[in-house]
């Protein structure tokens, strides 16, 4: 049972100054998502914290979130978003959210856009000491990640760039290595390039 205070997802707590850290494409997450894309495609929301600040950087974010409780979570964040008038230009105009699996996109799809995003669920801790409250009610509400490996396959075949966060020291979601790694003191994003296709 999950005998805590209610849980809302609020964007409205981002600093989004201009110059301000968190949302400069200085930052490790704008460097895997390549500081002159436009548009990403962000495959697993979750709680919408990469979201946010993806479009506080300015990039056009398409989400797909397929757990309903979840989805009606970041409708709701972005709702409320909307009446910020700071918050509106800079977040909820910068992020189109659909209910609906990954893999209902089409291929083709996924090569519309720059680059596409995926944070799957991390692999279990050997550690005791237990995840994060927001990682916690993540995990009771969307239960296992079951089919994660077949979306990375999928994701690598089509798009013109695949992003994956992953612990610091985990390792990387596919065989084949990525092209590139990007790091921050946590979290390590892989990245993986397709070449445009010759006409």
């Known amino acids: 049972r999950w005998n805590r205070p209610p849980f809302v997802i609020d964007f409205t707590t981002m600093d989004i100054r201009t110059g301000s850290g968190n949302v ?5 997450l704008a460097r895997a998502v390549g500081r002159h894309t436009k548009g990403v495609l962000d ?8 979201t946010s600040f993806l479009a506080g950087m300015g990039y056009q974010v398409e989400c797909r979130e397929r757990h309903p409780i979840v989805y009606a979570l970041l409708q709701d964040a972005l709702r409320r978003t909307a009446l910020h008038p700071r918050y509106l230009k800079s977040i909820s105009n910068n992020v189109r959210l659909q209910l609906g699996d990954a893999r209902d996109v089409g291929s083709s799809f996924l090569h519309a856009f720059d680059a596409v995003y995926v944070d799957p669920m991390y692999p279990a801790k050997k550690s005791k000491a237990a995840p994060p409250r927001r990682a916690q009610l993540l995990q009771m509400i969307v239960g296992e990640d079951l089919d994660q490996q077949e979306l990375f396959l999928w994701v690598r075949e089509h798009a013109r760039r695949m992003v994956v966060k992953r612990p610091k020291h985990a390792s990387p979601a596919l065989e084949e290595a990525p092209h590139h790694q990007v790091e921050s003191k946590m979290v390590r994003w892989d990245v993986w390039l397709n070449q445009p296709k010759a006409t």
Do not use: E, V
């Open 43 to 50: 495959l697993t929301s979750g709680f919408g914290s990469d």
């Open 24 to 28: 400069s494409r200085k930052q490790p």
